[in-house]
């Protein structure tokens, strides 16, 4: 809308004509003469046309939330006692501090299962690696048997590792082949000197290799026994090995570790925050 100035002006001095009347009446079809009044209270303004940049904002209703991806939930995974609360609503914590401390002797149970299953792992093992030195030792034995070689410090080695009845045998089979061993080289010195008879140092030699495939047969016979008792001990291992993992993976759903012991389940901050809410 515009209102001329020429216009207000005229009709305000009461100065027209005849011909200015008809000017008026033209004018008065295509222009609209508003009082300042309702200006105002329109609020009609008046600028310039041209290019201006129009403000386009669109209202809708909402809340504002946290972004969800931001957000972390947390919960004792153990059933329990709170004992401790040490952060509130509001309070800014860091990854890994401790918010709460519970006591569960759920907790406590799973621990204590994890660390037997541990430590029958080890001591199957142990065992394990034990019969496996004692089997290496065994055969090297019976290869130096077959090579003639002195068996002294690997018989020494391996009673060592015997056990029990294993480890009479073996005394006792080596001993009468020492001393079959003996006989037959004191026979074979005699015999050089003509001191003994030719048959004697043959059945001394006969007892000598008796004695000494007595003892291979001994050491072949613990031998076959503790390569049974290895695969045994192999399956135990296997099913040990087996039974450690589920209690560990027990304890590792709980997300808590593997070395401490007791029914302490410590809450921690799993990211740097504000503490926003608790149920």
Not at 156 to 164: I, S
């Amino acid at each position: 809308f515009s209102s001329p100035p020429e216009a207000a002006s005229s009709h305000e001095n009461g100065e027209h004509t005849e011909g200015a009347d008809h000017d008026e009446h033209t004018e008065e079809t295509d222009v609209l003469t508003l009082s300042q009044k309702v200006i105002e209270t329109s609020d009609i303004r008046w600028n310039t046309a041209g290019p201006q940049e129009i403000p386009h904002e669109i209202i809708f209703p909402g809340k504002i939330a946290a972004v969800q991806d931001h957000l972390a939930q947390l919960s004792a995974r153990v059933p329990g006692v709170v004992t401790g609360v040490y952060k509130h609503l509001g309070d800014t914590v860091k990854k890994g501090e401790v918010l709460a401390r519970i006591e569960s002797t759920e907790l406590g149970r799973l621990r204590l299962n994890y660390q037997q299953k541990q430590k029958n792992l080890q001591q199957i093992q142990a065992r394990y690696t034990l019969e496996q030195r004692f089997i290496e030792h065994t055969q090297t034995l019976i290869n130096a048997l077959g090579r003639s070689q002195s068996m002294a410090p690997l018989h020494n080695k391996l009673t060592q590792q015997a056990v029990g009845t294993e480890r009479s045998l073996l005394t006792q089979a080596y001993t009468r082949y020492r001393l079959a061993e003996q006989r037959h080289q004191r026979e074979q010195t005699l015999l050089q000197k003509q001191a003994t008879t030719l048959a004697d140092a043959q059945q001394a030699e006969k007892q000598w290799v008796d004695a000494q495939a007595d003892y291979q047969g001994s050491v072949e016979q613990i031998l076959r026994e503790r390569q049974f008792t290895l695969i045994r001990l192999e399956q135990e291992r296997n099913q040990a090995q087996t039974d450690r993992d589920l209690a560990q993976q027990a304890l590792s759903v709980l997300n808590v570790s593997l070395t401490e012991t007791g029914t302490a389940y410590i809450l921690r901050s799993p990211i740097t925050g504000t503490l926003l809410a608790k149920y």
